[in-house]
């Protein structure tokens, strides 16, 4: 999976990358039930996983969207059986990640406090990309911090991490079903997960589905992103959707 080639079309830096190239640059989907069944065990020091090794660290990046959901799925097991390693925060991690970062899934999850992906998958520093908004709503800014994860530094993994009793999704709901405007710039929220509310559903049972939803059509929107797609069609890139339950504590995928 890592060797394969890379589309001519996508070869060619079209001006959207280019642009996120200029402002960042120096600046410093798949197997299914992966995330919610077992998985190998997680890489680690002498695991023998491909994929680039941080100078300093015996610990091997997972090379590919396969391997990277493994990892994923393996961590987020040892977070809800109480059986996390909180890797790669020693001394020599930290001095190694000066010479730089490889990353191997960029995450895009909601501000809440209860879902920091670092925890959630037990991972550690150099290992996700975390951009972050409330209700995973995007932005430019949060487009071009993914592409940024993508194309600059060959993240082979986006995941859009939605979650239990999302606060963003139920004012949105909530908000969809008075008519009322949400203050300052959270009416945007509004707007933007407004396309994931079945009205036909009441109560509870609404929010809950309109969080899922809105994970499937986020996730749709970062698929359909032409230079996004060219590694997808390539089998560089997969972008999955997730959500993850407060009560069990487990991340399972969605659509």
Known sequence: MTGDAEPAA??????R????????????????GLLSGPGPAPAGPGSG???????????????????????????????????EKHPDETRTV?????????????????????????????????????VRSAGEVLDEAVLGSIAYGVLELDIPLVVVLG??????????????????????????LVDQIRPAIDRKLRGDARVDAAITANVLLVRARLAAEPELAARIAAKRLAVVGARYELGSQRVH???
């Open 10 to 15: 996508a070869e060619r830096v079209p001006g």
């Open 17 to 32: 990358r280019r642009l996120v190239r200029t402002v960042l640059t120096g600046a410093a989907v798949l197997s299914a």
């Open 49 to 83: 996983s491909a994929g680039a090794t941080s100078p300093g660290t015996a610990k091997r990046r997972p090379a590919g969207p396969d391997t990277a959901l493994r990892e994923l799925a393996a961590g987020n097991r040892r977070w809800r059986t109480l059986h």
């Open 94 to 130: 930290r001095q190694a990640l000066l010479g730089g970062q490889h990353p191997f899934a960029v995450v895009l999850g909601c501000v809440d406090s209860r879902v920091p992906p670092e925890l959630v998958f037990d991972q550690g520093l150099g290992d996700l990309l975390t």
């Open 163 to 188: 979650h239990q009793s999302c606060g963003a999704v139920a004012a949105a709901v909530h908000a969809d079903g008075s008519g009322a405007e949400l203050p300052a710039h959270m009416q945007y």
């Open 253 to 255: 995928r969605v659509g």
